[in-house]
Every structure is written in structure tokens, then in C-alpha cells.
């Protein structure tokens, strides 16, 4: 039980901060302001891994529209995770008189276990952000959170609004997309 329990403890923490830096990446993408709120809260997250990672990549790549230095810490901490939490399960079985070895086996399984981790965390990060704005499209759709969610899911809802026409003056696409996003976590775990 108390396995499980720091299990948990280490992947919300873990969760957390790959979400920021994910969320970081993304709003960089869209050109959002740092300066309001989630800004500069997942930049006082992240600040501490993705300065060091953009002060070593090469200039060209902190040229480029992407944000190379948040995309691979939420990388590194998914790894940094998977390393952990294995290493917090070898301690278990090792006590409990098991062996556990550190080969190739386990080298090939960590960057698989951490991908899953990072898809998740984007997966369910997105699905909070299209059911906040779906929320408050019903009830303050004048608000200045909402106006942030509608500039963070709008590349994302925009190819479904094509496709999927409003009934009844009532825009579907939140809802298609929450549809989706949950079968893709259905299917990764």
C-alpha cells in the first residue's frame, strides 16, 4: 500500500510539472502572453530545467517556432519519472528478496513507459483546458480565462467546426474533441 501511495505522489508531481512544461511549449507556440496567469505560473515551474536546456541547444534551434527548451524538459522529467518510479519498485522487490537488474531489458522499457507518461499527461492537460472552455462558453463566455481557453483549443477545435456542422445554433466541436481525447487515453492505458 504505501508503494502505491508514493507511486501516486511521484506521478502527480511528475504530471504536474510535464504539464507545465507542455503547457509552456504550447503557449509559445500561439504567441500567448507569459505575463498573466497560466504564464507565469508554469514558467515559475519550469524555469529551473528549460533555461538551462535553451542556454545548450544550439542557436538555430532557439530560433525556430517551437519551444525546444520546454518540449525536451517535459521530456526529460517523463523520463526522470519512468527512472524513478522503477527504481523506487526495485527497491520494493528488493527487499522484499527479489532480484531486479538494471540491462537492456529495462533500458529499451524506460523511454516506452515515459513516452506513454508524456502522451497521457498532454492528452488529459488538453482534455482540462476543452472542458474548462466548453463550461465557460455556457456560463462567462465574456470572461478572460475563457478568451485564453478559446486561444489555447482553437487550433484544435477549428478542423472539427469544419467538419462538424452546430445543431440547433449549439457548436459541438468541445464536445467531439472531449469524445476524442478520451478514446486516445483509453487507448494508451
Sequence with gaps: MLIQILLFLLKTAFSLLIAAALLRAWMNWL?????????????????????????????????????????????????????????????????????????????MTLPVFALKLLLWVALQTLFMMVLGYAILSWVQPGSAVYVLLARLTEPLLAPI???????????LSALVLLVVLQICQMALT
Excluded at 496567469?37 to 532557439?62: E, H, I, Y
Aim: aromatic fraction near 6%; charge should be positive; glycine fraction near 12%.
Design 31 to 107: 504567441r500567448v502572453s507569459m505575463t498573466g496567469q497560466p504564464g507565469r505560473f508554469v514558467m515559475a515551474l519550469t524555469d529551473w530545467l528549460v533555461k538551462p536546456l535553451r542556454r545548450a541547444l544550439p542557436a538555430s534551434l532557439g530560433k525556430a517556432r517551437v519551444d525546444w527548451g520546454s518540449v525536451i524538459a517535459a521530456a526529460l522529467l517523463a523520463l526522470g519519472h519512468a527512472l524513478l518510479s522503477w527504481l523506487l519498485i526495485s527497491v520494493v522487490v528488493g527487499v522484499s528478496g527479489m532480484e531486479t537488474s538494471f540491462g537492456l531489458g529495462v533500458l
Design 161 to 171: 467546426r469544419r467538419v462538424v456542422p452546430a445543431i440547433g445554433g449549439v457548436d
